[in-house]
T-cell receptor
């Protein structure tokens, strides 16, 4: 069964600190892996999209890594800001004829405190 | 561009009533997605369209749910009759027609069925 797990479930850090969020998946074969940021009361916003052949991708202070062999991905946030407080969702797309199927992780709730 | 537009933003209705949610995708985007998000189940893909044609509706929970996309700039998600367990936030998203392209989410419709 295709599954995506994320850890930790929630995380509290102080402003300016770095943190890393984890995503483990059993989806195979897979097409791509995405990280979304979702602020409270708003729709998710895409941070990164990686195909199975990519190892790392950055978007400002956000850096995603992917190890297709171990089926693990991480999202590293550098020099956290109060605005980073949000839920971060890992989404994996199984390889299919349509290429649009998605398996969602439960998300990690990040709180950045001053 | 105004982004993905959804209406209404909030909907409160009584059990048994018909509910219609509306979505206008970003101009030029050929793929449209309907999602449901709850605390218990997280984000779930209900159905998606490519070029106005429903491609995969396996996520639609039951026959009470139906979705249409009569043209490239408009889609509806209808629930009839509504039940309290349908209470959730419903998101619409659009993208270019490929699994590797970013999805842009609307602000969501918060549905409460009493």
């Amino acid at each position: 069964k295709n599954q995506v797990e994320q850890s930790p479930q929630s995380l509290i850090i102080l402003e300016g600190k770095n943190c890393t969020l984890q995503c483990n998946y059993t989806v195979s074969p897979f097409s791509n892996l995405r990280w979304y940021k979702q602020d409270t009361g708003r729709g998710p916003v895409s941070l990164t999209i990686m195909t199975f052949s990519e190892n790392t991708k950055s978007n400002g202070r956000y850096t995603a890594t992917l190890d297709a062999d171990t089926k693990q991905s991480s999202l590293h946030i550098t020099a956290s800001q109060l605005s980073d407080s949000a839920s971060y969702i890992c989404v994996v797309s199984p390889r299919s004829n349509y290429g649009q199927n998605f398996v969602f992780g439960p998300g990690t709730r990040l709180s950045v405190l001053p | 561009d105004a982004g993905v537009i959804q209406s209404p933003r909030h909907e409160v209705t009584e059990m048994g009533q018909e509910v219609t949610l509306r979505c206008k995708p970003i101009s030029g985007h050929n793929s449209l997605f309907w999602y449901r998000q709850t605390m218990m189940r997280g984000l779930e893909l209900l159905i998606y369209f490519n070029n106005n044609v429903p491609i995969d509706d396996s996520g639609m929970p039951e026959d009470r749910f139906s979705a249409k996309m009569p043209n490239a700039s408009f889609s509806t998600l209808k629930i009839q009759p509504s039940e309290p367990r349908d209470s959730a936030v419903y998101f619409c998203a659009s993208s270019l027609p490929s699994g590797s392209y970013e999805q842009y989410f609307g602000p969501g419709t918060r549905l409460t069925v009493t």
